[in-house]
Every structure is written in C-alpha cells, then in structure tokens.
C-alpha cells in the first residue's frame, strides 16, 4: 500500500515541474539530468499495483532533475522513498510496541507510551538498516525520478524485537530509580529550605529563625554547601538583601558621608550587619557565632577614605589654578612691557623681534610644564595612584565603628569578636570613629 504522503509529495512535484516559464518539454530538452536515462516502460508499482507484498514493506519517493544533477536527484528520491516508508513503518511499530507493553508492563500507561515514543524517535536509523533499494523509472515527460525502496518483515521484526529490550531495560531502571528519586527529592537543598518556609536567596530571613543554635546552624550549613555557597563572609548581594532597602539607604549613605566605602566588591554580610542602624543585633550574633563555629576567617573589604583623596585633589588642583593665574598676568606683563620699550623706541625693530621670539619660547615651556603638572592628578594612572594613597582594607568593626552605633560594636565583643583588630593600614576602631565624625562611638570606644 502507498500511504497519502507519497501522493501529497507527487502532486507537489507535478505542480513544480509544471510551473516553469518555459514549457517543460523545452526544459527537459535543456537540462542534461532530463535526457541521462534511456525511456523505459513505468513498472507497475507507479499506478499503484503492488505485488509481492506479503513479506516486506515499501515506500516510493519521487524527484525531479529540473534544477539539480542526476546524481543529486537520486538521492532525494530514495531520500522521499525512505521517509515514506519510515513515517508509515513508524506508526505500526509504535502501535505494536504498545500493544505488547501495556500487557508486560506494570508502569503507567502514560509513562511506557512516553518510553516507546522516545526510543522509536532516538532509534529511526535503525529501523531503516536493511531498507533496499527495490527499483526505479525515470519518466521523461515530466523529467521525474521515481524510486521504490523496501524492508522485509523478518528484518523490521528484528529492530522491533530490539527496541522492545530497549524499552523494557529503561522501565526496569525507572522503576529501580524511584526510591533513588525520592530520597534525592526529600534530601533536595531546596526542598529542606522550603519546610522552614525559605529560598536559596532568603539567606538573611534565616539568620532571623527564632530556632535553636543547632538546628539554625543546620540550615545556614545548606546555604555553605548550596551552589556558590553563602556564609557571613559572603557579599551582601548573594544573600538576596543587598537589594533591599535598608543595603540601598545604607550604600547612598557611605556616599552622602564621603568617608570609607568600597571600591572593589561589596561588603560581606556580618560587615554589613555590623553596619546598619536597625536593630539587626541578633542577626550579627547569630552571624558571629556560626563563624566562630566553622572557623572562617574574616575577609576585609578594600575601601576608599573618599574625603580625605577630595581635600587633596582640591588641594593640589588650587595650588595648580593659582600658577595658571600667576603665568598669565606674568606673560601679560612681560608681553606689554617688550611692547611699550619697542613703541617709545626705546629698542630697534631687530632688537624687538630677538626678545619677542625669546619671550614666547619661555611662555611656550612655561605652559608645557604647567600643562604635565596638571596631567599628573588628572591622568587615569596617576589618579589610581593617588588614590591607592587613601585605600584601605577593614573590617566589620571599622564598619561598626564608622556607621554603626555602640549596640553594634558591643554585640561584636559580647560575641567573641576581636575588637583590637586593626585596618591593613594599622588603623584601630577609634581611629576610625574619629576619621568618620561618629561621636557616639568615640565616646564609647574611649570607655
């Protein structure tokens, strides 16, 4: 039998071999692939008339050789010859397969149906392994190739009898992995974080659980171990707050001040918690606690004391202003005064030329080095340099001590944390209180 395709596909072909703006018997006669096989009389499988089919299938593809080799045209209609048999062999394999599944099966009818398509999709080389080539006829009229191909019953039998194995193999292993499946589920990060009502993004939202040490400790260990890991010493924008509002105001603030900010990254989260004003001191206790617990050593943050760089910039760009003004009105002078002297007479012209060359050369270097003074804070090299001048690294007391309020800086020694830890640069807490106008904890560092 011939399934629709194959007279869908002939119909196109027709329609295409007809639709030149020459007369197809005028491009047949131009097209060497048309006149390459001899005339010979259309078999009888072209109308349809099929004998010998009991013990195979077939399929029949046809192409015209109007626009291609006759090689290439071969090859496209043994290539639709295949496909019109492979969709027609598809679907009584699949329905087969099926069919003997259901009855050997004891998984869903919904699951061995998914199982048989996938391994019928994955595996159509195979099914076409043995497919022959059967016969051809080339019809000169239309310059149309017409191929039939065939695949014995025995041999479809064969893959299908393989792909039955391999259908059961993946029940039998689906079937094995549910357990495997469900312990993986209940053991899921994601899954644990959610019975206490939690995300992977929700770090700070657990610090806050009013839960014991143990099973706090617990969950914050799931937030180490998941994905890039989140612990106290983390950035503040992994744990999902750095965001929110209270890291917004807080970051605008650093700004507002001018004082010590970031310059490289963010701050961690216990730098940040030492930070904020907002009653967020159980938060750092718990913070502090569980590093203490795991051991983790504080990472600094470089910063950068912004008003201090400022003052010098302003500084040395006056003192650079002040020598603009001076060389002008010093050239100014010494321009009217050659002027006045070459007027009144005083010298001859020649004398005049001589000293005004003279002049505006040493106005020339005069501005030459004034213009590499004035380069030197202004170039993107020297500006990195000078600022590393006002870098720093430090940690979350100078963060306490900076932005902070004495709650902070208390909660931190009340929790074992070392409070005589000093900046890279060998800054204390108070130096830092000082340099940042925090009166309320210079008072209290000076306890």
Not at 71 to 85: C, D, G, I, T, Y
Not at 157 to 185: D, H, R
Not at 390 to 412: E, M, R, W
Request: overall charge neutral.
């Amino acid at each position: 039998m011939i399934s629709n395709n194959f007279y869908i596909q002939l119909a196109a072909i027709t329609l295409m071999a007809c639709s030149g703006i020459k007369p197809v018997t005028e491009r047949i006669q131009d097209n060497m692939s048309c006149q390459t096989v001899p005339t010979s009389i259309p078999p009888d499988w072209v109308f349809g008339n099929s004998q010998n089919i009991k013990d195979s299938y077939y399929g029949i593809g046809v192409s015209d050789g109007f626009d291609t080799t006759f090689n290439a045209m071969k090859r496209l209609s043994r290539a639709n010859a295949e496909v019109e048999l492979s969709s027609s062999i598809e679907v009584r394999i699949t329905s087969r397969l099926n069919s003997d599944i259901r009855e050997e099966s004891k998984s869903t009818s919904n699951e061995y149906k998914r199982t048989v398509n996938q391994v019928i999709k994955s595996n159509t080389d195979m099914l076409l392994s043995d497919v022959e080539l059967d016969g051809t006829w080339f019809n000169h009229e239309t310059c149309q190739l017409w191929t039939r191909v065939r695949l014995t019953k025995e041999s479809l039998q064969a893959s299908q009898n393989q792909m039955k194995s391999m259908i059961q193999i993946k029940l039998e292993e689906a079937a094995s992995n549910v357990a495997s499946i469900k312990s993986t589920i209940e053991n899921d990060p994601v899954v644990i974080l959610r019975k206490s009502g939690l995300t992977t993004t929700s770090y700070m939202k657990a610090l806050g659980l009013e839960i014991n040490d143990k099973d706090l400790f617990s969950i914050l260990d799931i937030y180490a171990n998941y994905g890039n890991g989140i612990t106290p010493n983390s950035a503040s924008h992994v744990s999902g707050y750095g965001y929110s509002e209270p890291y917004l105001s807080f970051q605008t603030s650093m700004y507002q001040k001018a004082q010590y900010y970031p310059v490289a990254g963010v701050a961690s989260i216990i730098q940040m918690l030492s930070a904020f004003n907002n009653d967020n001191e159980n938060l750092l206790a718990v913070s502090l606690r569980y590093m203490i617990r795991t051991k983790e050593e504080e990472m600094p943050t470089k910063i950068m004391n912004r008003a201090d760089h400022d003052r010098w910039y302003k500084s040395a760009k006056s003192i650079l202003d002040k020598e603009s003004d001076r060389l002008t009105q010093l050239h100014k002078k010494n321009i009217s005064r050659l002027l006045d002297n070459y007027t009144s007479n005083l010298i001859s012209k020649e004398r005049y030329e001589k000293e005004n060359e003279k002049l505006q050369n040493n106005i020339s270097q005069d501005w030459r080095n004034h213009d590499k003074k004035y380069n030197e804070i202004h170039s993107p090299s020297n500006q990195i340099n000078d600022m590393e001048k006002y870098t720093d690294h430090i940690y979350a007391i100078h963060f306490a001590s900076c932005y902070g309020s004495p709650k902070n800086i208390k909660t931190l020694k009340e929790n074992g944390y070392p409070m005589m830890k000093q900046t890279k640069k060998g800054f204390s807490a108070l130096d830092v209180a000082i340099s940042c106008n925090n009166n309320d904890n210079i008072n209290f560092l000076n306890q």
